[in-house]
């Protein structure tokens, strides 16, 4: 039964439109419009509101009341059941009514439901009118994330207020004129220079802007005072050439990185043409900011105890809380998070040295896991190990016992700062994990070779892998072994990918979520953990060698042809997931709790439940694609 509103019921049906996205955000016309086209139907529970069967898709509906039933049809689903439950303000079939097709889910009235619907000839005439439902619908999961953001923004506002956002474009920052000297200018001169400009360092571009190199006042003692060199010399021979840059468009979060990740304290900023714009430093991205990066930095980088370090690692997560409610993504986040850990880690791992004869002992610290995808959360325990090789001749076990000496110290001073002890003893202290680069190509071969469920198991964990101390060739050798020996065992990745699809997406039947029994859903075991695993088989499939999730479904994705903004889409709800895990992970909680991961879907508002659901199907849909290729 449908009942076209009449004009005195037009304004309700705005009304009920406006708490719902886009719909809150669309142009006055274009919701005008919308409101008295819409039609309200009757839907009787048990009754198929849309299926395949009825042809193209003649209707765009959007639930008014009650709960509607999204299900898969046709033989290939990665559960018996691929289905969501959809409630007021939800809207389908978006892609079948844009591509004027028959849709491919069937939609079910769990319960007595009311939906407003309009024509396929409307749908498209409002697409036309209104940007806001354009961008809706061609990019669904996009623009819900961008109104989470704004959300958590909103009501941080306060904050945001006092404190520099950080996606302020690098061009906004720049507070005067170039300035720079030739690279044939003495040293004296530009010493000169500087001093009468009153900055921290001088840039050398050629006739046309373009940087060569620089100099800033740390490198003035090492380079010129103490060598006792001749202030005459041209400024090109005492310069850093080839100098860190980022273009004009680049965010304040972007130089943030760069410095963090390369230890610098100046970017230089260019235009499209590569000519010199300004300089940025950290006193201009972190004056404003409660906790800076230079103080975080400098902290780690002078630090002579393990003390002044673990005061360290509690500012990167203060920084990082900081940044969530600036609204800063997720990759951003959890690559920001990564760059500082990397260099307190770096940083204990040389106080340990101090104490460990290693000289001559060809070595690199690894990182395993979620550090070696570049994608620590707030919360997160030690996963590392060493691959090391021995000179010819010598004996390898007393090396062995050396290097595992100096691996139980760096692991107790991780500990200290904050990065719990491994239960499951993945830690380089562990012998198994101490080896040669001959005994890791022999570990990892066997796991291919005989993929029972535990060496499947390591393989999830172990071939997530990335130097961050020491020989960073070794790591490259062992990834290009690895690399090869995996993507021509086709059996291997067979199994692999059976063992990815052994946990599915928490969609209900009936209700939105599946839960545990305390009510809530793990976000890594249940939510990140499938594409994390999906990403790590397309990747030994394709040769992809990056061990970050979104690296290798990007990467993959092009090599196997997949539609850009498919791949977009599978890649924002990751995002959303990992988002969602960091504003559950507070301050006063300890690295690792239980409870981290774990959020309650009914204490989440409306905006981020719809999201969330769209994350798991998105998840849904990379398990499905998984599924087809390898006839699982």
Known sequence: MTVTAPEMLVGASTDFLKRFSPFNRMEPDALHFLAHRAALAFHPRGSEILTPEMGQARHFFIIQRGKVQSRQTGPASVTEYSSMTMGPGECFPIGAVSASRPSTNAYVAVEDSFCFQITADDFMQLMQMSPVFHLFCTQYIASLLNQSRQQLQSTFSQRAAEQQTMTTPLAQLIKREPIFVGPDCSARMALEKMAESGIGCMVIADDAQRPLGILTQSDLLRRLLLPGVDLSLPISEVMTANPHQLPCSASAYDAALEMATHAIRHLLVVDSDGQLQGVVSERDLFSLQRISLRQIRAGIESAADIESLRRASQDIRQLALNLIAQGIGAEQLTQFISALNDALTRRIIGLALEHHELYGIDFAWVAFGSEGRHEQTLSTDQDNGIIWTCPELQDAQPLRLRLITFAREVNDNLAAC????CKGNIMASNPDLCLTLDEWRGRFGSWIREPDPQALLNASIFFDFRVLYGNERLGDHLRAWLNKSAKSNSAFQRMMASNALQVAPPLGRIRDFV??????????????????????????????????????????????????????????????????????????????????????????????????????????????????????
């Not at 904050?418 to 002890?421: E, H, I, M, N, V």
């Not at 397309?538 to 903004?565: C, D, F, H, I, Y």
Request: hydrophobic share 40%; aromatic share 4%; charged share 30%.
């Open 418 to 421: 904050g990065f719990p002890l």
């Open 515 to 632: 839960v545990d029994d305390d009510g809530t859903v793990d976000l890594k075991k249940s939510g990140a953990r499938l594409f994390v695993d999906v990403a790590r088989i397309l990747a030994l499939r394709t040769g992809v060698e990056s061990s970050s999730t979104v690296q290798r479904l990007r990467r993959a994705a092009t090599k196997m042809g997949v539609p850009n903004e498919e791949v977009a889409a599978i890649i924002d709800g990751f995002h959303f997931i990992q988002l969602l895990r960091l504003r559950s992970q507070h301050l006063d909680t300890e690295h690792d709790d239980a409870n981290d991961n774990k959020v309650n879907p009914e204490t989440l508002n409306e905006l981020d439940r719809r999201i969330l659901k769209e994350a798991f199907r998105q998840a849904r849909k990379l398990q499905l694609r998984l599924k087809l290729d390898y006839q699982l």
